[in-house]
């Protein structure tokens, strides 16, 4: 089970018709098919009702998609939370480094703990 694979499920659940999810997802609708019928055989169990009125989740395929949202969702805030660290400056440290992280014993640098202490929160005795 790929994340790949969940976004189509995710994809057909919302347009119930293959040939509709595949065009959101930016595929044709045969690999579409083919990683359905893969994620369904990886789980073991039918995901999707085919029917002549549209592609409809089963009970296993509700409980699959469940996750499958939180885990999109995730992702997708840890992109975001990537790209926001990327643009961020890094704190300097005591000694004057940028480096996130304390010089001296590799501890998380924080805000200035007094005037005659480093500019850390670790314990660090090699000041």
Request: aromatic share 4%; charged share 25%; proline share 6%.
């Amino acid at each position: 089970m790929d994340v790949r694979q969940l976004r189509y499920a995710l994809a057909l659940a919302e347009h119930q018709h293959f040939g509709r999810a595949a065009a959101a997802v930016g595929i044709a609708q045969p690999p579409l098919s083919k990683a359905i019928a893969q994620l369904e055989g990886e789980v073991g169990f039918r995901l999707f009702d085919r029917t002549r009125e549209g592609v409809f989740p089963t009970a296993a395929g509700e409980a699959l998609l469940a996750r499958a949202r939180r885990i999109d969702q995730e992702l997708t805030a840890a992109a975001v939370d990537a790209q926001r660290a990327a643009r961020e400056k890094p704190a300097a440290c005591a000694s004057g480094s940028s480096a996130p992280r304390c010089c001296r014993c590799s501890r998380r640098c924080c805000a200035d703990s007094g005037p005659n202490t480093p500019r850390c929160g670790c314990s660090c005795r090699k000041w």
